[in-house]
């Protein structure tokens, strides 16, 4: 069997809510060193701000629910 050796990857893909990226290292051992997944809720979360500034409080519930949040998926 070979032995593991050190790289790095990056995935893209598409999601139903927007793009979902995930960062894998290995550092020559049988585990991985690092693995990172970022879910498109946790990058929608970033504009979520600008989307709500200057509108009224009566559509803050629409305005989060047009990006269709999964609060799951940013538990991370």
């Given at each position: 069997m070979p032995s593991p050796f050190?790289?790095?990857?990056?995935?893209?893909?598409e999601a139903p809510r927007g793009e979902v990226v995930y960062y894998m290292r290995s550092d020559?051992?049988?585990?991985?060193?690092?693995?990172?997944?970022?879910?498109?809720?946790f990058a929608n979360h970033r504009v979520l701000v600008?989307?709500?500034?200057?509108?009224?409080?009566?559509?803050?519930?629409k305005i989060i629910e047009s990006i269709d949040p999964c609060l799951s998926c940013t538990d991370r």
């Open positions: 050190e790289s790095e990857f990056v995935g893209r893909s020559k051992s049988n585990g991985p060193a690092r693995v990172k997944i970022r879910t498109p809720t600008e989307m709500l500034r200057g509108n009224k409080v009566t559509d803050v519930q």
